[in-house]
């Protein structure tokens, strides 16, 4: 079956059934809709090496993660995002290339890709990348969608994003921990903390600032970090973790370590010591007592940059769009 039969079922030219295939605007809506009828009940597809010669876009989008996603405790939250943005670029036709920015050799993942023509857009989950690379992106105008994170190698005023609102989840995990009447309240931190960390601690320190208390304590884990760092951390400062009411942990991760930690030592929650978790990973309501976190609303900020990122390749971008996205409390057992 090729572009040549469809004409002559549609009793059309050949290049009304390829511009209707690739939603030409110049064809009116019946004629494309009645085309890509015929098409779907052949089973046709356009060849995309060659829709890519004639359209001079390859049909796929490059969404760039950071490297650790290795890590078990790193990939909870992300990999749900990760899978989200990829049902989004999915909404649009658009395939999905997931990779990592660094390259074992030669020159960065993303200039190759930019370089070879690969990728008609980008969507960024990392903080930081090669100067280089960010030079290519901007010198061959490749439209790229910042997600999840401030980026630390351009000036974020001049790109599109769409984050979470961290310092206002930051607030919101303080007051859940203050509404429940909890009063030494510290904040368990990352051992590297990034943008969306700090903000994050700064929210939760402003909070207390608000209802005229000193944070109790920031409990910076070691190396180690996520789960097994949280834990351990229980159960070497047992006497200072005892004399706090509340904990505020950065990510869903390390609150579940410190809920298994104090079971592990005999110390009751809620009704000892209060834990509020951030992210809303699956796993956080399985958890016994079940976690109160903030929910990172990522289901909305997957589909608000897949729709920007294609209304940019569709040359409709006009200015720049940045988004800060409001999280939510999910109020469980543990506080």
Same mark, same amino acid.
């Given at each position: 079956?090729?572009?040549?039969?469809?004409?002559?079922?549609?009793?059309? %030219?050949?290049?009304?059934?390829?511009?209707?295939?690739?939603?030409?605007?110049?064809?009116?809506?019946?004629?494309?809709?009645?085309?890509?009828?015929?098409?779907?009940?052949?089973?046709?597809?356009?060849?995309?090496?060659?829709? %890519?010669?004639?359209?001079?876009?390859?049909?796929?989008?490059?969404?760039?993660?950071?490297?650790?996603?290795?890590?078990?405790?790193?990939?909870?939250?992300?990999?749900?995002?990760?899978?989200?943005?990829?049902?989004?670029?999915?909404?649009?036709?658009?395939?999905?290339?997931?990779?990592?920015?660094?390259?074992?050799?030669?020159?960065?993942?993303?200039?190759?890709?930019?370089?070879?023509?690969?990728?008609?857009?980008?969507?960024?989950?990392?903080?930081?990348? /090669?100067?280089?690379?960010?030079?290519?992106?901007?010198?061959?105008?490749?439209? =790229?969608?910042?997600?999840?994170?401030?980026?630390?190698?351009?000036?974020?005023?001049?790109?599109?994003?769409?984050?979470?609102?961290?310092? /206002?989840?930051?607030?919101?995990?303080?007051?859940?921990?203050?509404?429940?009447?909890?009063?030494?309240?510290?904040? /368990?931190?990352?051992?590297?903390?990034?943008?969306?960390?700090?903000?994050?601690?700064?929210?939760?320190?402003?909070?207390?600032?608000?209802?005229?208390?000193?944070?109790?304590?920031?409990?910076?884990?070691?190396?180690?970090?996520?789960?097994?760092?949280?834990?351990?951390? =229980?159960?070497?400062?047992?006497?200072?973790?005892?004399?706090?009411?509340?904990?505020?942990?950065?990510?869903?991760? /390390?609150?579940?370590?410190?809920?298994?930690?104090?079971?592990?030592?005999?110390?009751?929650?809620?009704?000892?010591?209060?834990?509020?978790?951030?992210?809303?990973?699956?796993?956080?309501?399985?958890?016994?007592?079940?976690?109160?976190?903030?929910?990172?609303?990522?289901?909305?900020?997957?589909?608000?940059?897949?729709?920007?990122?294609?209304?940019?390749?569709?040359?409709?971008?006009?200015?720049?769009?940045?988004?800060?996205?409001?999280?939510?409390?999910?109020?469980?057992?543990?506080?």
């Amino acid at each position: 079956m090729t572009v040549r039969d469809i004409a002559r079922i549609a009793e059309v %030219s050949v290049s009304t059934v390829s511009r209707s295939l690739n939603d030409n605007p110049r064809i009116s809506v019946e004629t494309r809709e009645r085309i890509k009828r015929i098409a779907a009940e052949l089973d046709f597809e356009l060849d995309a090496s060659a829709r %890519s010669l004639s359209t001079r876009r390859s049909g796929t989008a490059a969404l760039v993660c950071p490297e650790f996603l290795d890590r078990f405790d790193n990939g909870l939250y992300l990999n749900l995002l990760i899978h989200d943005l990829r049902r989004g670029l999915s909404s649009h036709g658009l395939d999905c290339l997931v990779t990592d920015a660094a390259s074992p050799a030669g020159p960065g993942t993303l200039r190759r890709l930019i370089l070879q023509r690969k990728v008609d857009g980008i969507l960024l989950l990392l903080s930081g990348t /090669m100067s280089e690379d960010w030079t290519v992106i901007r010198k061959r105008g490749v439209p =790229v969608v910042q997600v999840h994170n401030s980026p630390s190698y351009f000036d974020p005023s001049r790109l599109d994003y769409f984050f979470t609102d961290n310092n /206002m989840g930051g607030r919101l995990a303080a007051e859940a921990l203050l509404d429940a009447g909890s009063r030494r309240i510290a904040c /368990m931190t990352a051992p590297s903390p990034n943008s969306e960390m700090l903000d994050r601690e700064k929210g939760w320190a402003q909070a207390l600032e608000d209802r005229a208390l000193e944070p109790a304590a920031r409990l910076k884990l070691d190396e180690e970090g996520g789960y097994k760092g949280a834990y351990d951390f =229980v159960r070497r400062n047992l006497e200072a973790v005892g004399r706090l009411d509340g904990i505020f942990a950065l990510t869903d991760v /390390m609150a579940l370590g410190v809920l298994q930690g104090l079971a592990d030592e005999g110390i009751a929650v809620p009704q000892d010591l209060r834990v509020v978790g951030f992210d809303d990973i699956e796993i956080a309501e399985w958890s016994r007592p079940r976690l109160t976190t903030i929910r990172q609303p990522r289901e909305e900020i997957a589909r608000l940059a897949t729709d920007r990122l294609f209304a940019l390749l569709e040359g409709k971008g006009g200015g720049t769009e940045q988004r800060f996205i409001a999280p939510v409390l999910v109020r469980r057992e543990s506080c």
